[in-house]
């Protein structure tokens, strides 16, 4: 398939870093060991093409892990933008609730005073409406006094006229009883 791929200049797929790095330690793994030492002989050839395609690959890889840090961190933040604005809504509206029940407690405290201030009035125009019927009734008492004292001065003289002689009595149309 490579010469089918070289044939039509088709672009292999892109092989991760980690696939790289696999590739890399598989050709550690089966280098030949150098006897009595801890060393191996590895083809240079095939590690310096394998480190290449890693330098190559690697800032594609880093991109793309920007991308994905970027995203997030840009998710972070309208994620606390919104969590902000949900918060100061709900600071808006529980002072919005608290002006109006502070505004319903003056309400209340102003409509208690017009109350007391509407009942001390209705007891003074009470004691007023009462202390004008009394001095209107106390006058017209001496009045009906009065007029009752010449009523009865009236009927005395009446009844001294009537005692002391008949003869006064005026003839007449009067009525009789």
Known sequence: M??????F???PEPVSIIDMLDHLESLVNQSRRVPLTPNIVINEEE???VLDQIRVGMPEEIK???MVLETRESRLREAQEQAEQILAAAQERAERLTDDHEVTRRAG???DAILTDARERSRKMRRDADDYARERMEELETQLATALSQVRRGVEALEAGREGGSEDKPKGRGRRR
């Open 47 to 49: 590690i310096l093409d």
């Open 9 to 11: 200049d088709l672009e």
């Open 64 to 66: 793309e892990a920007r």
């Open 109 to 111: 405290a102003e409509a």
């Open 2 to 7: 490579s010469d089918i791929s070289d044939e």
